[in-house]
């Protein structure tokens, strides 16, 4: 009616972020999906579905519902057993699956967005379904590719009913989500042959270093070194997950090769599926140039970054697509020459040339591997001159601030003057 006009309410879009691990959880996807929700949270109302830590923080029990910088968090039941044994981790991945799932349906409202991880790889389809049956959108965030993974790993038949039955599945879920975010570029080509003839557009936005915590500290008043008594050794580091995906073989065979070397001495530092293996072979092997040490927590990464030399990051064959290693960004930070196992096409190499921030051999290549160790360790000069283009690609391309952005231009179509 004429001169009875009622302002109208404008609902603020409203972004729904769906990962197993979230705060307090600091590993890995917990750390990346926490910081990309928080810094989100002033362009939209921000909420999670997430479960309990189950990772570096396990054995906290976090609240159900609890608002954290700008962002409620709904915490879902699910198990918690020990992720390393695959049949407790089958069951941990049903358990909050299903919780998810009906949450999913009581929370999801026409016309959300919901961006949601591939960890575990049974989230997305959970969260689609009910995305769909609620008319949500859904935006893939897409960490690592399946059934490619598993096939690089050695863990399913490229050519088995297990893989044909996941890449129908995977034609559905691309089929109905509105875009696909990847983390490294050789993800993208991977993408767009997999996702031929269908709408969804694909996005790069690589993850980022924590240069608010980490920088390059000096050698002589490192902890970790100073602990060790390797204060006077040439140390080479891997320090992250020994998963799978890992090539750690060559990483000992290389260490085998070298045993006779005093000068040089390896560390491993971390948890994973391979450890076991690691450590047998270290006992069997007798080698002295090797040490294990054991996860340290996220705060503690400026110290044990800083704990070596050159850093070592390394992927199986076939992971050209799969996935990127987001520990060398931090290594970057740290001002740490890289040498990585990988394909010389993938997105690890490509960051590695772009930069000059290290070198890179093919996996399996272990006499490559050792050549190009003793290379850097005989040539002091170049060594450092890498190091210092490690820290200034991880300043100028891989910020938090610009991977925040990214994210706010392909989610909302704004950018950040």
């Known amino acids: 009616m004429p001169g009875s006009e009622f302002p109208t309410v404008i609902r603020r879009r409203r972004l729904w972020v769906v990962s ?15 910081r990309i929700a928080e810094g989100l ?36 039941a699910g198990t918690t057993l020990n992720k390393n044994v695959i049949l407790f981790r089958l069951i941990n991945m049903l358990t909050l699956g299903v919780t998810t799932f009906f949450k999913a349906i009581a929370s999801f409202g026409r016309g959300d967005s919901i961006l949601v991880v591939t960890t575990p790889p049974s989230m997305p389809f959970i969260i689609a379904s ?3 049956l609620r008319g949500a959108g859904y935006t893939l965030l897409i960490h690592d590719n399946y059934p490619e993974i598993l096939i690089a790993a050695g863990k399913a038949n490229p050519r088995g009913l297990f893989v ?15 875009r696909i975010i990847v983390v490294g570029r050789d993800m993208k080509l991977l993408l767009e042959a997999k996702t031929r003839g269908t709408p969804a557009p694909i996005h ?35 320090a992250g997950n020994m998963g799978w995906p890992n ?20 560390v491993f530092l971390g948890a994973g599926v391979k450890r076991k293996w690691i450590e047998n072979e270290v006992d069997r092997r007798g080698l002295k140039n ?13 110290d044990f970054l800083n704990a070596c030399d050159l850093a070592l990051v390394s992927l199986v064959d076939r992971m050209k697509g799969v996935s990127m290693p987001s520990r060398t960004y931090n290594i970057l930070a740290a001002g740490k020459p890289i040498l990585a196992l990988t394909d010389p096409e993938s997105e690890l190499a490509m960051v590695i ?56 231009q392909v989610l909302f179509g704004q950018r950040v003057e």
């Open 353 to 408: 040339d772009e930069d000059a921030a290290g070198w890179h051999v093919a996996p399996g290549d272990v006499e490559g591997f050792t050549k190009a160790l003793l290379t850097v360790r005989d040539d002091t000069e170049q060594r450092l001159s890498v190091g210092e283009n490690a820290r200034r690609a991880a300043v100028e391309r891989y910020s938090l601030e610009s991977a925040v952005e990214a994210y706010r």
């Open 204 to 238: 790069v936005i690589p993850n980022w270093a924590e240069l608010e915590t980490v920088e390059p500290r000096p050698r002589s008043q490192n902890r970790t070194l100073t602990e060790l008594g390797l204060t006077e050794n040439f140390v080479v580091m891997y």
């Open 247 to 266: 090539d750690v073989e060559t990483i000992i065979d290389g260490a085998t090769e070298l045993s006779s070397d005093t000068g040089i001495q390896f």
């Open 164 to 178: 044909q039955i996941l890449d129908r599945l995977n034609r559905w879920l691309y089929k109905h989500c509105e």
């Open 130 to 132: 009910a995305a769909l």
């Open 290 to 302: 090797v040490t294990i040490l054991d996860p340290r927590p996220r705060e503690d990464q400026i």
């Open 41 to 76: 949270a002033d362009a939209a109302d921000v909420r999670v579905i997430c479960g309990q830590p189950n990772y570096s923080r396990r054995g906290i029990k976090a609240a159900k519902r609890e608002r954290h910088n700008g962002v409620d968090i709904f915490r879902v």
């Open 20 to 34: 197993e691990l979230y705060y307090p959880e600091e590993t890995s996807t917990g750390y990346y999906l926490t």
